[in-house]
């Protein structure tokens, strides 16, 4: 059930009275009842739905969480029904890899982790929008572990952790995490790694292979005999690798706090592979091209989840990303 500090309870209780003017104290009291009961779910709240909302969906039960008849349900880009789906097909899990993003101000939960599927681990982005005690839109992103390797997703880097709290007097405000997960979108998208406040000690992980910062192999070289291309967050996207991206669409900020630091954000990525062929930029500032001879890829869709470690700083110094390669390419992401 959704939480009310004593605090903002009496609030409410005050603002009744003066709204009601000379409303008898029964009136007023119970309009701040009804305030109350009506209340936005806080941190605690949002983070005990979602594990409410995990072990029914384990228990293949949709019964035992709080679903609103008018439920939107997309999983994987496709509009389904509750006890469809991983609901299904879920058969474990949570493990000790879980990163949860509570948003109170959005009313959405954010959640990224690992559960079993058919007995398989699957790396799992959710997303929760509550409206008055009820669960009006849910999201999963089900994606299989890059080339089956769950070294990167057996424990938490330490950033990602619950434990790992921004003080008090250092936190970012809500609109400032909104603003710097957003900005991702834009540097990918724009091939310009100045757009995003990247840390240098930035890393990304991709369905838990380490894509970029220290261990990343660096983008993709089509020849050794070349000089390296940039491995770090901000060098391999001014590296212009990632052209073969032609659009991020529905992109959403779906849920930020300032608690931890953690803002987490969805989107679609096209991929039409009509826009070969393109330079990318070496290390030491040589050119080399990718062409449709060394980027033999049919057209795809990637939807995607992504979590931002955002420091005291400002800066962001982890990523931790889920997504699922769609083909043919262009499809609907299943919120039209």
Not at 12 to 38: D, F, M, W, Y
Not at 50 to 69: C, F, I, S
Not at 233 to 260: H, M
Request: with cysteine.
């Amino acid at each position: 059930m959704p939480s009310l500090s004593l605090k903002a309870a009496l609030s409410l209780s005050v603002t009744g009275l003066i709204l009601t003017g000379c409303s008898s104290r029964k009136e007023s009291s119970e309009t701040a009842a009804a305030a109350v009961a009506q209340a936005a779910c806080d941190r605690a709240c949002l983070i005990k739905l979602t594990d409410q909302y995990l072990a029914a969906v384990v228990k293949h039960d949709p019964g035992a969480v709080p679903l609103a008849e008018n439920l939107a349900f997309v999983e994987n880009i496709k509009r389904i029904k509750p006890g469809e789906g991983l609901w299904k097909s879920a058969t474990g899990g949570p493990t000790d890899f879980k990163i949860y993003v509570p948003d109170v101000d959005q009313q959405q939960a954010g959640w990224m982790g690992i559960v079993q599927q058919e007995g398989k681990p699957v790396l799992l982005a959710l997303r929760l929008k509550l409206v008055d005690g009820k669960i009006t839109e849910a999201e999963h992103i089900v994606a299989a572990p890059a080339r089956g390797n769950m070294d990167n997703l057996t424990s938490l880097r330490p950033g990602l952790m619950a434990t790992s709290i921004i003080p008090e007097a250092q936190r970012k405000s809500h609109d400032e995490l909104v603003k710097i997960g957003l900005s991702y979108y834009d540097a990918l998208d724009d091939n310009d790694g100045s757009k995003m406040p990247f840390a240098p000690d930035c890393s990304r992980n991709e369905n838990g292979l380490t894509t970029a910062g220290e261990g990343a192999p660096g983008a993709p070289n089509t020849d050794p005999k070349l000089p390296p291309i940039a491995r770090d967050c901000k060098g391999q996207l001014d590296s212009k690798t990632f052209t073969y991206i032609d659009k991020i669409e529905n992109r959403r900020l779906i849920a930020a706090d300032p608690v931890t630091g953690l803002a987490m954000g969805f989107s679609h990525l096209r991929h039409p592979m009509n826009n070969l062929p393109y330079k990318i930029v070496h290390v030491d500032g040589s050119t080399s091209e990718r062409n449709k001879a060394n980027m033999p890829f049919a057209p795809f869709d990637m939807p995607a989840a992504h979590i931002f470690k955002i420091g005291a700083d400002g800066l962001v110094h982890e990523i931790e990303a889920a997504g699922i390669v769609v083909r043919p390419n262009n499809q609907p992401t299943g919120w039209e």
